[in-house]
């Protein structure tokens, strides 16, 4: 069996998916597309995802894409190791509910807040037509657009209504926290993943939204999720965890 | 076993559920919710489901949400009774792919040329002390706004976005029609019901994008959904199959 993943590190959606290799001890050829050269968006991996979005696994020749969508697959061809998703059917439809939700909303207002920080700094940086140059490649409407917004910075209203989105979103972890242990029951889950690849950024970019005092629960299990092995493994050279911290992309 | 769903009738979200159902011939209480009327967000309503939205189900007590989680569940208890997910993991994954693609992108713009045609009829009927009535009720913040802003007409670039993203949604389908039968693969699956719902009301609210000539594929893929017992069933007395076409609310 040949399984490769393209991923642009510990960080995002990428993250995901390592979290979920990580954490059932999956072998895999590793390709860290370099998302700071644009790589994602070259003709070799728009090849392989024509939407020039990380992370993509090719299973013996087959891609699959979608983040999330690689973590399900990934949890039923290897069901044995360290199953990630409850068995219980309710359960399973509450961890679809959280997914779900971070995929369609959670990630997008964290996502807007990162591409302003990117805006603000090397986008322009860039001259007009070297910037210009870069946007041509981006293969989807949506993402030049947001390129495009990012680099002439995002208006006043769109980031108080995205940080109004991400206070809804730590909120609903705090009040789902207070009645379980994990976000889709006892059990550590693909919803505990998936989540904590988005929220993981919230208190070092919004500190007033997430933190100890405000959001006690959610800080709790941000640290259970950072207590276990494989996500200590997967984040241990993560630039956000170093000194300096680095750009990140969001999706 | 008790199996109760609560839906808005044939149509959007709640058609999904009600397809999925018939399909799998499963008995189930039916709470029919009538959306012209907001009993979706009537205190016993907004019990079941806090979000006051159709469809919910629940099963034994449990409320499950969300109209494609609950297509999954269903699949999920009852699977023995007409499959509607793929067995191979790989078709299973585009399945989900096709899902997320209409949850996150296609139903959005779809269910914004419903709001603008809503708005311009009922929403403007009343006077500004009844609506803001009504709106007072409805409980998640972007359903207020979006209510607010349908009676005031959406932007004309609005429109025009929603238009372009409904096009290349129905480009998608004559793409992937192109190389097989169903969206899924060779088998009829959740892909097909999930997006059918959404898609059903294209050629008949936006006749330029969707016809026979210029999307000869989606169009005889429509057709295939609807030669289905199951869904013939299902829509037999829908308000939009009427030849007095009624207002659909979609989600």
């Known amino acids: ?13 990428s993250l995901k998916v390592l979290l979920t290799m990580a954490e059932k ?15 994602q968006h070259s003709p ?13 696994l090719v299973h013996d020749g087959k891609v699959i894409t979608e983040s999330t969508v690689i973590c399900e697959y990934l949890d039923a061809i290897f069901p044995d190791q ?7 059917e309710y359960w399973r439809a509450q961890m679809r509910i959280w997914t779900k939700f971070v995929d369609e909303y959670f990630c997008w207002c964290v996502s807007t807040l990162g591409w302003e920080m990117l805006g603000k700094t090397f986008m322009r940086q860039m001259n007009e037509a070297e910037f210009e140059a870069h946007v041509a490649k981006v293969p989807t409407h949506e993402q030049q657009v947001k390129w495009r917004t990012a680099r002439k910075g995002f208006p006043q209203d769109v980031l108080d209504e995205e940080r109004r989105k991400i206070r809804y ?7 789902d926290l207070a009645q379980r ?7 550590y889950s693909l919803a505990d993943i998936c989540t904590y690849a988005i929220a993981v950024s919230v208190p070092r970019m919004q500190p007033d939204i997430m933190n100890d005092e405000d959001t006690p629960r959610a800080m709790e299990w941000l640290r259970a999720v950072e207590a276990r092995p494989a996500v200590q493994k997967t984040i241990a050279d993560a630039p956000w965890r170093q000194p300096q911290p680095a750009r990140a992309v969001n999706a």
Chains 1, 2 share one sequence.
């Open 1 to 13: 069996m040949s399984l490769e993943l393209y991923h642009g590190g510990p960080g995002a959606n």
């Open 25 to 39: 001890g999956i072998d895999y050829v590793d390709h860290k597309i370099d998302l700071h050269n644009f790589e």
């Open 44 to 56: 070799e991996f728009v090849k392989i995802n024509p939407r020039g979005q990380v992370p993509a």
């Open 82 to 88: 360290v199953p990630l998703r409850p068995k219980d």
């Open 169 to 175: 979103s730590v909120g609903k972890l705090e009040i």
């Open 181 to 187: 242990r994990w976000l889709a029951g006892d059990e």
